[in-house]
């Protein structure tokens, strides 16, 4: 088991190889992936950055959302875990973690596509957890297409609604009832600067987060609100065995970064709290490239 906090080598510190094919229908389920993916469940360490603070993630029950549900609550923070009704057993998981940090979980079963849903949230914040000063957006949608042909226009929808429209709806429906002192925290990728030949419409998601970010960030920042973007490279998580890649890709999943393998969750964690918290008090507008040393501008 390694963990965040030992001096070694980022090289060969988490799972080194490819992966073998193993696809997953609908969004998929962290608890099926072998290798286990690592989420920091028994390495994540708090040091009470987000005391108090009242954290909505969405995507909190796989990948990368769960690893930022769970270091927001051993850093202090009440959570609403927005999932996938079909993601039950993986959000149910992560819970049971926040509780165990000694805060409070609430989960937010739905589909965010779901305008009405999407906006819900924020109610299921303020009245499930007592109020909501840090967003972190992490869901999203990514099915590979290898021909332009082969997207058809619910996909295209889908993406864009997950995605973005889901992104605005939820940061729209909060901002009134944000303190200063609030943080947003966005989910964009590599994808946002390096876009994939077959991931089109995804690509183009992951670059509009990035500028919807930077523009709602200076408009936000007056308001004592920041807003800031993760975005990671390739991370072991359920989405890329669920239709984000082609399952002949696992293989050499990672291997082309510069440290010569994939991200585990855990790795993604403290960079969203890092955003989150005050410590990140100066930071505003920016991308923080999560992705084993890929080129970004
Ligand atoms: P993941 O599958 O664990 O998480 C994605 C989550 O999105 C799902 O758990 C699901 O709850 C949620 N989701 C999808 N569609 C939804 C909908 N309609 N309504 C509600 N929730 C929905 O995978 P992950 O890799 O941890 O993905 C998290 C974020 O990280 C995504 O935004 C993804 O684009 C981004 N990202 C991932 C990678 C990677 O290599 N895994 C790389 C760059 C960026
Ligand atoms: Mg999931």
Redesign the pocket.
Known sequence: MSDQYTFQDPVTQYHTGGFEAQPQDG??L?ADLGPHPDHGESTYRGTGRLTGRKALV??A??????AAAIAFAREGADVVL???PE?QE?AEQVARLVRDAGRTAVLAP????DEAFARSLVRTALDGIGGLDLIAN?????QHAEDVADITTAQFD?TIR??LN?LFWIVQEAVPHLPPGSTIVN?????GYQPSPNLVD?ATT?SGIIAMSKALAQQLAPKGIRVNVV?????W????V?G?QPDEAMAEFGQQTPLGRAAQ?AELAPAYVFLASPESSYVVGEVLNVNGGMPTP
């Open positions: 969004p998929g962290a969405t995507g029950d796989s990948g990368i959302g769960r927005n999932h996938l993601e993986d739905g589909d965010l596509t992490v869901a999203g949608k990514q889908e997950t995605n889901a989910t964009s990728s590599v994808q995804y992951k975005a990671p490279g390739p991370v998580t359920p989405l890329q669920a984000g969750p």
